[in-house]
């Protein structure tokens, strides 16, 4: 009998083990404290449902920092993000909530830096040519002086939180080209404006791996839901308010930005 009782008590001992580490688990899926930084696309202008509270910064209920927290229930959210952000926006404004115990941050930056709201605004009110000229000065500063402010400030959000999981999120393509709008812009304009995007994202992958954090490329999760696009569209076109415009909806947010932070998270 002496060699059972061995045999039961390693057994109970590889019980108790498992248990424990059964239980362990959701201490360490509790465990992240979550900071969401960034411009419009993280607040979720565009996706309705605004948190009263945040004023301008226009922070949505729908966006996917809101969606990851609810689904996850990380020890600590803190929602910085805020509409019209630029990189010195978030230096100046959003980093005080980062600190050795932050575990995660999702950011996403740039798009304001190199002008694309009043980019927009140019291609659907003054035509092809105009598009094309602002367009391609929004390039020549994405590609010329915005590295240099992404590394200032993805270096400070290291020295702030240099133990935390740091996702930077890419833009999506606005347009399905050819469409099947019959109106607004022109082909050649969408097209455009699609490789602005492009140029951005490969801008935000270079800094994101210089600064030995994960970057998250969202084009392929809304290939089909773009504006003009034949199904659910996930973006906004022009709309009202204004400000809503060539942003993702809800469905942008929950089934675009969402599943591919997700992925890093």
Not at 33 to 46: E, F, K, Q, R
Not at 80 to 99: M, Y
Not at 182 to 197: E, K, P, Y
Not at 227 to 238: A, E
Request: aromatic letters at 10%.
């Amino acid at each position: 009998m002496r060699p059972v009782r061995v045999v039961s008590g390693a057994f109970t001992a590889a019980v108790v083990a498992a248990s424990a580490l059964v239980l362990a688990a959701p201490a360490n899926a509790a465990g992240i404290n979550y900071v969401a930084l960034g411009d419009s696309y993280s607040a979720g202008v565009g996706a309705g449902n605004y948190d009263s509270s945040s004023g301008s910064c226009s922070r949505s209920y729908n966006a996917y920092p809101e969606l990851w927290a609810q689904a996850n229930s990380p020890s600590s959210f803190s929602f910085e993000a805020c509409s019209g952000a630029k990189t010195g926006d978030v230096l100046s404004g959003q980093l005080s909530v980062l600190n050795s115990a932050t575990s995660l941050v999702s950011i996403t930056i740039g798009g304001n830096d190199a002008g694309f709201s009043n980019t927009m605004e140019t291609c659907v009110l003054d035509g092809t040519s105009s598009c094309l000229s602002a367009v391609s000065t929004a390039e020549s500063y994405a590609q010329n002086t915005l590295p240099g402010s992404l590394n200032t400030l993805f270096t400070a959000i290291h020295n702030k939180a240099p133990h935390a999981q740091v996702v930077v999120l890419g833009y999506p393509h606005l347009y399905q080209v050819p469409g099947s709008c019959l109106f607004g812009i022109s082909d050649t304009s969408r097209t455009a404006i699609n490789g602005a995007a492009d140029t951005l994202d490969g801008v935000l992958d270079k800094a994101a791996a210089n600064a030995g954090f994960s970057y998250a490329d969202v084009r392929d999760q809304f290939s089909g839901h773009e504006i003009c696009g034949d199904s659910d569209q996930w973006l906004n076109s022009t709309t009202w308010p204004i400000d809503e415009s060539y942003h993702p909806n809800a469905s942008g947010q929950a089934n675009g930005f969402y599943p591919v932070f997700s992925q890093y998270a």
